[in-house]
């Protein structure tokens, strides 16, 4: 049974994810009537796609030079409802597009509207950086504070990505919240290759990783699918590019033990309703267990920044 491999290459990073080709049946499974996914699997799916699609654009198209920007609501100047938050965000973007284009700049920017349980409304906001950009945006905003801040690029903005496609479903501080990206931002088409045989990790790496590039450890993850097949994901990084944040501590490496690895989809073919835990599985990797084969692919000052008037 062939597997497929993909390849995202971005300025500073390289995603890669590996799969069966999945176009026949698992192996100890009977051809099975196809069923409707259900709404909190669609839900699950969506949140993955958009963060997954929110980390893509913030690879290509941003650095740390660029600016993280939270809006604050005073609290007599609260929005009723999410349109008008919107329609205070349009106007605030207009303003913002005729000071790029005097700049003969293109502006870009990824935001998120959150509404906490508190009724207290702000919103993120990830824009490319501009000379002034923070009176600009004071004189525009007339809400509420405006508070800028330096990019969080650790993990090459993984974590950053996470935190500005928050939903009430990832995070439970919150009510409400509404997501959007300009765009003018595509990002690049991923390098697909066929291989026949799955191989472990461990026997892989040297023909996986691309010449000047090293494996993030902490980005390595492997598991099975609902259906009994492996999958895994992980990234590489420039030799040159010293690692920083999280990817800087000593990771859970969730390597393939192929005897277990078998074992466990062989069991999981059987009965799906159990899983054995392979030897250092974390629970983001249980959690991963959930996605199909085909897709494997906290905080009003940042991901770590204070956590109040939410």
């Known amino acids: 049974m062939g597997y497929i491999r993909k390849e995202m290459y971005f300025p500073r990073v390289v995603e890669m994810w590996e799969y069966m080709d999945h176009r026949y049946g698992a192996p100890g499974i009977k051809r099975r009537e196809k069923r409707k996914a259900t709404p909190k699997e669609i839900e699950a799916h969506n949140q993955r796609n958009r963060e997954?699609?929110?980390?893509?654009?913030?690879?290509?198209?941003?650095?740390?030079?660029?600016v993280f920007v939270t809006l604050t609501y005073a609290v007599d100047k609260r929005p009723e409802n999410m349109e008008a938050c919107m329609k205070d965000c349009r106007r605030l973007m207009d303003r913002l597009r005729r000071e790029y284009k005097k700049a003969g700049q293109q502006m870009k920017w990824i935001r998120n509207i959150e509404v906490g349980k508190r009724n207290a409304w702000h919103v993120h906001l990830v824009i490319k950086v501009l000379p002034d950009i923070l009176s600009v945006m004071a004189k525009a905003w007339k809400h509420g504070a405006v508070l800028l801040k330096p990019m969080r690029a650790e993990g090459e903005f993984a974590d950053l990505a996470a935190y500005m496609t928050k939903t009430p479903r990832t995070d439970?501080?919150?009510?409400?919240?509404?997501?959007?990206?300009?765009?003018?931002?595509?990002?690049?088409?991923?390098?697909?290759?066929?291989?026949?045989?799955?191989?472990?990790?461990?026997?892989?790496?040297?023909?996986?990783?691309?010449?000047?590039?090293?494996?993030?450890?902490?980005?390595?993850?492997?598991?099975?699918?609902?259906?009994?097949?492996?999958?895994?994901?992980?990234?590489?990084?420039?030799?040159?590019?010293?690692?920083?944040?999280?990817?800087?501590?000593?990771?859970?490496?969730?390597k393939e033990r192929p005897r277990k690895l078998v074992k466990a989809c062989e069991a999981l073919a059987q009965d799906p309703e159990e899983l054995p835990m392979l030897p250092e599985e974390s629970e983001e990797v249980k959690r991963v267990d959930e996605e199909s084969t085909a897709d494997n692919l906290d905080g009003l000052n940042g991901p770590e920044g204070d956590r109040q008037g939410v």
């Open 172 to 254: 439970k501080r919150l009510i409400d919240a509404r997501y959007g990206a300009s765009q003018n931002m595509p990002v690049p088409e991923p390098v697909t290759k066929k291989y026949k045989r799955w191989e472990s990790f461990e026997d892989a790496e040297p023909r996986l990783v691309p010449k000047g590039y090293y494996v993030d450890k902490s980005s390595v993850i492997e598991g099975c699918t609902k259906e009994g097949w492996p999958y895994r994901r992980f990234q590489c990084y420039p030799i040159s590019q010293p690692v920083t944040g999280k990817a800087k501590k000593k990771a859970v490496v969730i």
């Open 52 to 66: 997954k699609i929110c980390r893509w654009k913030l690879r290509q198209h941003f650095t740390e030079d660029d």
